[in-house]
């Protein structure tokens, strides 16, 4: 990965949380992936609308399932696009979205990768 480039999972953290690794840990990204894809795509969708309470509400879950699979940076990115959605800053809660899309949707490569 290049230096501007974020590791999209901290290993040693999910190592640590979970004690599994290759074959096991793949399935629990697979198991994420299937939760979480519904959950970017309703984001969106509540974003677009500006619907700020349903934006928020996913934002929370995507945080604390990243979190959960201690992918740090998009768990970031999530909290910073409920706290917007929460004081009506649409244009930078679009920004975030858009980032945390693209920040999805590299986790979702690096899944693939495996």
């Known amino acids: 990965m290049s230096d501007t480039t974020v590791e999209p999972i901290d290993w040693s953290a999910f190592r640590r949380v979970w004690g599994v690794e ?4 793949r399935e629990m990204l ?3 992936r299937q939760d979480n894809d519904p959950d970017a795509w309703a984001l969106q969708a509540a974003v677009e609308a500006h619907d700020g309470a349903e934006a928020r509400r996913l934002a929370h879950r995507m ?3 990243c979190r959960t699979i201690a992918a740090p ?3 970031d990115l999530c909290e910073a696009l409920g706290t917007a ?3 009506g800053q649409w244009p ?3 920004e975030l979205l858009a980032q945390v899309l693209r920040a999805c949707a590299d986790l979702n490569r690096y899944i ?3």
């Open 63 to 65: 945080t604390g399932a």
């Open 73 to 75: 940076h998009i768990a």
């Open 22 to 25: 290759g074959h096991a840990a």
């Open 30 to 32: 697979d198991e994420f």
């Open 92 to 94: 930078r809660t679009e």
């Open 112 to 114: 693939e990768s495996l």
């Open 85 to 87: 959605a929460r004081a």
